[in-house]
């Protein structure tokens, strides 16, 4: 099992950024995936969840701003973020976990990709 995550950057508070995950290894389709994310100092919290048939799940502190997707017959899952703010500054990851329903918690997922950097200035 592979999860590649990349996309991040160094973007200015407003601006939009996507991040992507490409993942191997699995039958994606059957899997939730998630984005996480970990600034220095913090615990790791997630920002989003898709089912594998779509649904999708964000904690307040995103809702209306990031937007997850998945294209299944691309083994990718995507993280549209807009009107980012310096608080959103993190190692972004996203996890694969196998089942049909969400997740949220980290202990949840069994399979990680290796991060990427989302710094946002003010």
């Known amino acids: 099992v592979q999860l590649q995550a990349f996309g991040g950057g160094l973007v200015q508070a407003g601006d939009s950024l996507r991040l992507s995950c490409t993942a191997s290894?699995?039958?994606?389709?059957?899997?939730?995936m998630g984005w996480f994310r970990q600034a220095p100092g913090k615990e790791r919290e997630i920002v989003a969840s898709i089912t594998g048939s779509g649904s999708t799940y964000y904690p307040n502190s995103v809702m209306g701003r990031f937007t997850i997707s998945r294209n299944n017959a691309r083994n990718t899952v995507y993280l549209q973020m807009n009107s980012l703010k310096p608080e959103d500054a993190a190692v972004y990851y996203c996890?694969?976990?196998?089942?049909?329903?969400?997740?949220?918690?980290?202990?949840?997922?069994?399979?990680w990709g290796q991060g990427t950097q989302v710094t946002v200035s003010s």
């Open positions: 290894g699995f039958t994606f389709s059957r899997y939730a």
């Open positions: 996890a694969a976990r196998y089942g049909a329903t969400h997740y949220t918690k980290r202990s949840d997922y069994e399979h």
